[in-house]
């Protein structure tokens, strides 16, 4: 897979991230703004950027539900209860769910 990751500033100045398959889909995102860019990278490290070199987020909780249209969604809590991570889009199929699950991180 050759996903690209971007670093940029939102409109508040606070630094984001997403990640964009080969297709142009964005497949993940930062769930919020981070005032230092050290934090962003430390959050997108978490979802699988450089291969989450420091092995963060081992003990995150990871949910899975269905939305109010019947689309499969996921979210990803860490262990001090913050969230950390959701899906950026519903998918008509559980497993479509969890394949971009595991793309950010999800072990399975």
Same mark, same amino acid.
């Given at each position: 897979?050759?996903?690209?990751?971007?670093?940029?500033?939102?409109?508040?100045?606070?630094?984001?991230?997403?990640?964009?398959?080969? #297709?142009? #889909?964005?497949?993940?995102?930062?769930?919020?703004?981070?005032?230092?860019?050290?934090?962003?990278?430390?959050?997108?490290?978490? @979802?699988? /950027?450089?291969?989450?070199?420091?092995?963060?987020?081992?003990?995150?909780?990871?949910?899975?539900?269905?939305?109010?249209?019947?689309? @499969?969604?996921?979210?990803?809590?860490?262990?001090?209860?913050?969230?950390?991570?959701?899906?950026?889009?519903? /998918?008509?199929?559980?497993?479509?769910?969890?394949?971009?699950?595991?793309?950010?991180?999800?072990?399975?």
């Amino acid at each position: 897979m050759s996903d690209t990751w971007e670093f940029y500033e939102d409109k508040a100045g606070e630094h984001r991230w997403r990640c964009t398959a080969s #297709n142009g #889909n964005i497949i993940g995102a930062a769930t919020e703004g981070y005032s230092q860019k050290s934090s962003c990278v430390a959050n997108a490290e978490r @979802h699988g /950027y450089n291969g989450n070199p420091k092995s963060l987020g081992s003990k995150d909780k990871w949910e899975f539900y269905e939305d109010k249209a019947g689309e @499969h969604r996921w979210r990803r809590t860490a262990s001090n209860g913050e969230p950390v991570g959701r899906s950026t889009e519903g /998918y008509s199929s559980k497993a479509n769910c969890e394949s971009n699950a595991k793309r950010m991180g999800w072990a399975g």
